[in-house]
């Protein structure tokens, strides 16, 4: 079974710092991983999806790489915003199922 | 670009009922969608996979007698937690499995908040 892993757990910075958040899975037969962002006791927003084929995505100031072959991925955040404050969660897509990570919750201070 | 909604967005109520959520994509036509389940400060884990037309598949450790899943039409699928208790209290979620391409996209609902009392 799949097992997605988050590190950290929780990240504190503060506001213009970039910073990366961390993805680690065991199975690396994979059909894409997606990350996303969650706000308190809301549902889940898209953020970038890549596919298994690609090694990265970028949108904004946000990148996410992916090696499968290690089974990590990492996303990237520039100039962090108090805005991008939230829980990230990375997901796996494992031919018609989702694992979910823990996700890392993030607190950026103005 | 796709949609998919769900309602109610909250729910409360006593234990021993029956709660409904309904979970619809709006712009598009689902043939297969999946109903997650986040505990406070846990992440989501799936419940079943719900294909239109047949029964749903549930993951180990899902009650299906006590998580009951329809998928009637292509549109909408719903969950009901019948005879729910106060351990039944969560954020329910549901996605559905975009418009055929390469990507395999799912699209998630807002979720539903239910509480049992």
């Known amino acids: 079974k799949q097992e997605v892993t988050q590190i950290p757990a929780a990240l504190s910075v503060p506001e213009g710092e970039n910073l990366v958040l961390n993805c680690s899975f065991t199975d690396s037969a994979i059909y894409n991983l997606q990350w996303f962002r969650q706000d308190p006791g809301k549902g889940l927003t898209s953020l970038l999806l890549i596919q298994s084929s690609q090694r990265e995505q970028t949108s904004g100031r946000l990148n996410a790489s992916l090696d499968k072959s290690s089974g990590r991925s990492t996303l990237y955040i520039a100039a962090s915003q108090p805005g991008d404050s939230a829980t990230y969660l990375c997901a796996v897509n494992n031919f018609n199922k989702f694992y979910f990570g823990s996700g890392t919750k993030l607190n950026v201070k103005p | ?117």
């Not at chain 2, 006590?66 to 996605?95: Q, R």
């Open chain 2, 1 to 117: 670009g796709a949609v998919v909604s769900q309602h109610p967005s909250w729910v409360i109520c006593k234990s021993g009922t029956s709660v409904k959520i309904e979970c619809r994509s709006l712009d598009f036509q689902a043939t297969t969608m999946f109903w997650y389940r986040q505990f406070p400060k846990q992440s989501l884990m799936l419940m079943a996979t719900s294909n239109e037309g047949s029964k749903a598949t549930y993951e180990q450790g899902v009650e299906k007698d006590k998580f009951l899943i329809n998928h009637a039409s292509l549109t909408l699928s719903t969950l009901t937690v019948t005879s729910a208790h106060p351990e039944d209290s969560s954020f329910y979620i549901c996605s559905a499995r975009g418009p055929p391409d390469y990507t395999d996209t799912q699209y998630f609902g807002p979720g539903t908040r239910l509480t049992v009392l």
